[in-house]
Structures are given as C-alpha cells and as structure tokens.
C-alpha cells in the first residue's frame, strides 16, 4: 500500500503555460478535468492549471477537479494555498475522506478512516461546505471502508446544492486499487455529460470504479454497458455467453 511518486524532470513537471495553446485546446471541448497532483508537481505546474481554468472557462467549458492530496508531493500549507486560487474555477469538486480535510480542514464528525468506521451523514455538511465555499455546482464525496488493505467497501455520495443522493454499497475483493479514484471521476463526467440524473450519475461513476477494482492496471476496461449493468443491480458475476 506503498506509493512512490517519480515525477521530477517528467515533460509535465518541466513545461510552462507558454507550452500550450489554449484556444486550440479547448475550441471544441466540453470538459477540462485536473487533480491536486499535477499542481504539486511545482509552482510552474499551478500556473498552468490556472491558465487552463481560464481558458476554459473562456470557453464555457466545464470544469472538474479531484483534490488528491498527496502528502509526498507538498505540505498542506502549499495544496491550500495552491487548490483554494484553483477551485474558484471549479464546477464539480471530487473529494474523499481524507482529502477535503487535509487540503481545506473540513473534516466529517464521527468519523475513522483507519478503523473502518464511516458517517455518511457527517459528509452531507463537507459536501455542502465545499460548496457554500467555492460556489461549486456539485460535490462528489467517495466512501471508502477499510475492512483490509485486500477488502474493501466502496460507495460515495452526490450532492447537488438541493440533493444529498447516496450510492449503493460495493463489497470489493480488490485485484488492483490503483486507478480507482480516476475511474470514478470519468465515470462521473461521462454520466453528467450524458444528461444522468444526480442519483443516476453517482450510481454509474460508483459502479464504473467497483469493476476497476476487479482489473489488473491502472485503465478500466470496462463498457458502458458493463457499467449501467452493474448499476442497474446486477452483481451476480455470471458469465454473460
């Protein structure tokens, strides 16, 4: 459950805003997706995710962001600094236990995130403090329960400055962990972007990540209809011939 991150003298970790056409690049997007660690990667690197943000925005593009704070990236002082300028951009905010409390100190009562004890209820006011804070349209919030580092319950919350819609709850033997997160977000956006209500969207993106957890990889191989399959209830694992 080690994670080393070998990013220094990478292309991105090198580049300046000036490497990037913006207009280009957003003149027929409908999306712009970035998480806390590409501006750890240096002062340079919130730079461009800043120019990028306005770009979009310029644009009309919607604009998401997963927090993921990374310890060994920079100190929480720095991700503070850096992800309170970057999330006035911010539409959607994607979140987890752990990250809305180390970037920005909201933290969920009642909560142990190492003893395998969740309030789900103590997420509704993190969901809504994010977004009285950054003006966010919609907060996503995953739920994770540590039974082992091999056994895991996977669920997570929408909210949508009405609606507090809660996903249901995966059981995940785990094969592999790592892109889980990723898989959730793109899950997410693909949902929202194809019109899904809030509790529809949270089901599918919870859905999409659970089957990542089943593959070998950081990528989910996995179809839409695999996916709407899973969210529609079924579980059953049964070969399908």
Known sequence: SVCI??????SIQESSASDF?????FSDAEWFHFTGITP???ENVVEICREACKAAKAHGVKISCDLNYRGKLWTREQARAAMTDLCQY???CISNEEDAKDVFGIEAENTDIYGGK???????????QL???FGFEKVAITLRTSISAS????AAMLYDGENYCFSKEYHLHITDRVGG???????LIYALLSGKSTQDAVEFAVAASALKHSIEGDYNLVTVSEVEKLAGGDGSGRVQR
């Open 131 to 133: 977004a009285d804070r």
């Open 181 to 187: 997160g990723d898989s959730f977000g793109g899950g």
């Open 118 to 128: 969740l309030n789900k209820d103590g997420y509704k006011s993190v969901a809504k």
């Open 90 to 92: 911010v539409d959607v």
């Open 21 to 25: 056409d913006w207009n280009t690049i």
């Open 151 to 154: 056994d895991n319950d996977w």
């Open 5 to 10: 991150y070998d990013r220094a003298h990478s």
């Open 40 to 42: 750890a990667l240096g």
